[in-house]
């Protein structure tokens, strides 16, 4: 496994970083898949949703924006 490594709580925040980098190297479409599988494995962290979410509405994805921008606010309380 690619994050043996790596306890269940340090992959989603790690897989968030990445998709950080990925953003700011305008690898778009990368990072949302980055931040797509850290809220698969933790779909309740707020910070994955908005970075996701900033990125929809960079493609115009308002739809899908809104979507994330929701869920980052509800588990983000």
């Not at 850290?38 to 979410?53: G, Q, V």
């Not at 809104?66 to 588990?75: I, P, S």
């Amino acid at each position: 496994m690619l994050y043996s490594n790596l306890s269940v709580t340090q992959i989603p925040t790690s897989l968030n970083v990445i998709g950080v980098e990925k953003a700011d190297a305008g690898e778009i479409q990368i990072a949302i898949r980055y931040f797509t599988e850290s809220i698969e494995i933790n779909p309740e962290d707020p910070r994955a949703y908005f970075n996701r979410a900033t990125l929809r509405m960079k493609l115009g994805d308002i739809k899908g924006a809104r979507e994330d921008f929701k869920n980052a606010e509800k588990f983000s309380q």
